[in-house]
């Protein structure tokens, strides 16, 4: 029996021997595919999974011909399928099918990725628009408070009342709303009013800049200087430091009020000054001869309002040095006591000490090429120094001395009216004209033998002189020209009090 036992062992051995060299595999199989027997012969060995009307349905069986691409498939959340190439080799081998959640996962996790990126940049994005909305909005604001400002209703009632019942003028205002020293006028509001108030009588004045004409307000006589638009900046400029710097003196002009407004269908930038009936220092020299006594007070009182722009004010109630940049006989006028006040601050340049800041604008527009300093046509001038600036309006300065004393007359003799270099450049000189003439023949204005036969002349004669040095640094300071004026004003008063 025993013996029998054996030899079907030796053939169940023979067999599976028979089998491996053949290329078959004995694989484990579902007794329910398999009805005869728990193992079958193949190919391949594989473990099935399928979902069927919502059962799950395992398998395992071989494959008795090379379907070995069905192994190579992926896995789905309804079926899988997995091969193997070993006897047995799927006995103990499970699969598992996978769920949605994964997929949802990935999903979730692309999202959130997507979110990170895209939120911050959102955000950056927002973040940019408003502070570029801002910066807009601050010079929007900016503009519009130089052209309105803001004040207290008070303010606006005060002003109205007193321009109906007539118990006061402008001077009243000025001095009511204005201290000592103060250059800023009346405030924004009431600015704005005086403006809308005024009536424009007749153009006393044209220029690059635009036109100037005498106003009426209220019975009195007001200049307003018209910008023409390409000019825009000038008025700007002026407005903002007439509005921002205490420049209350009796030789710089008299600010009242400034505004933009629209009229005859296009915007006019207004300046409304005080006016002087004897216009501008040019206009007054064309039809005056003057003496020596006038000669002097005119020359005194520019320095004195040159020496008020160049000095720093410090404390609360100070003012910045401001240098003007373009002194000439046209933008000096001339008041009933043959004063003379500077005006147009255009181009004018502000520093402070205390910030060291120096605030040049933005202003596109040069000086006028007649005046213009040797260093400022050499392109030699320092524009990060304030000194540098000032050092130029003593050479511009130098030259309305000049014109005004050639207008003095001395023995009977004067000379009829010249701009400065008439003798050596056109009525427009061009830059280089000018750059030739000054820097590289190094001329300066012929003083007429005359003025020497005169002691106040001679003194005025070397002033002149000593304000064309070359080097900026030679040349005299405003405050040194005002004492030497001083001395000499006090000299020449003298005989007549001993007289």
């Not at 000054?438 to 003083?447: G, Y």
Request: with cysteine; net charge neutral.
């Amino acid at each position: 029996m025993w013996q029998g036992a054996i030899m079907g062992l030796f053939l169940a051995i023979l067999s599976l021997r028979r089998d491996i060299i053949a290329g078959e595999l004995i694989c484990d199989c579902d007794n329910t595919r398999c009805p005869n027997s728990s193992t079958c012969s193949g190919k391949l060995c594989f473990v099935s999974q399928h979902q069927e009307d919502g059962e799950i349905i395992h398998g395992k069986g071989c494959l008795k011909v090379d379907k070995y691409e069905l192994c190579k498939g992926s896995f789905t959340n309804i079926y899988g399928m997995i091969c193997c190439k070993s006897n047995m080799c799927n006995l103990n081998l499970h699969i598992q099918l996978p769920t949605e959640s994964p997929p949802e996962e990935e999903g979730l996790s692309l999202r959130n990725l997507l979110l990170m990126i895209l939120v911050p940049l959102f955000a950056l994005l927002l973040l940019a628009v408003l502070v570029a909305l801002l910066i807009r909005k601050v010079v929007q604001s900016r503009r519009r408070q130089m052209q309105f400002g803001s004040c207290e209703l008070g303010d606006m009632d005060f002003m109205l009342k007193a321009s109906i019942v007539g118990d006061s003028t402008l001077d009243d205002f000025l001095d009511d709303e204005c201290t000592t020293g103060s250059g800023s006028g009346l405030p924004f509001l009431v600015q704005r009013t005086v403006a809308r108030q005024i009536t424009l009588l007749e153009c006393v004045g044209k220029g690059r800049y635009g036109e100037v004409w005498r106003g009426s307000w209220h019975g009195e006589n007001v200049a307003v200087k018209i910008f023409s638009s390409r000019d825009e900046q000038s008025w700007f400029r002026e407005t903002e430091i007439y509005n921002t710097v205490l420049l209350r003196h009796d030789n710089i002009l008299g600010f009242i009020a400034s505004d933009m407004t629209s009229r005859n269908s296009s915007t006019q930038l207004w300046l409304i000054t005080h006016y002087h009936e004897h216009g501008s220092l040019y206009d007054y020299l064309q039809c005056t001869v003057l003496d020596v006594e006038t000669c002097l007070r005119l020359a005194t009182s520019i320095i004195c309002g040159l020496l008020h722009l160049h000095v720093e004010i410090f404390g609360t109630q100070g003012k910045p040095a401001i240098a003007h940049r373009d002194l000439k006989s046209r933008n000096i006028l001339v008041k009933n006591n043959r004063q003379c006040c500077i005006a147009d601050l255009g181009l004018a340049v502000m520093h402070s000490q205390s910030s060291d800041y120096l605030d040049i604008g933005n202003n596109p527009r040069v000086g006028t090429k007649r005046y213009m300093a040797p260093e400022v046509l050499d392109e030699q001038i320092r524009m990060d120094c304030f000194e540098s600036f000032k050092r130029t309006d003593i050479w511009a300065y130098g030259l309305v001395l000049w014109e005004i004393a050639r207008r003095t007359v001395v023995n009977g003799i004067v000379e009829d009216y010249k701009p400065p270099f008439f003798d050596m450049v056109p009525i427009d000189p061009s830059f280089e004209e000018m750059r030739k003439v000054v820097c590289v023949d190094q001329h300066t204005p012929t003083i007429p033998n005359r003025l020497y036969s005169d002691p106040t002349l001679s003194a005025l004669a070397k002033i002149m002189k000593e304000c064309w040095f070359q080097s900026p640094l030679a040349r005299l300071t405003a405050l040194r020209i005002k004492k030497t004026l001083k001395k000499l004003s006090n000299s020449f008063d003298k005989p007549k009090q001993d007289s």
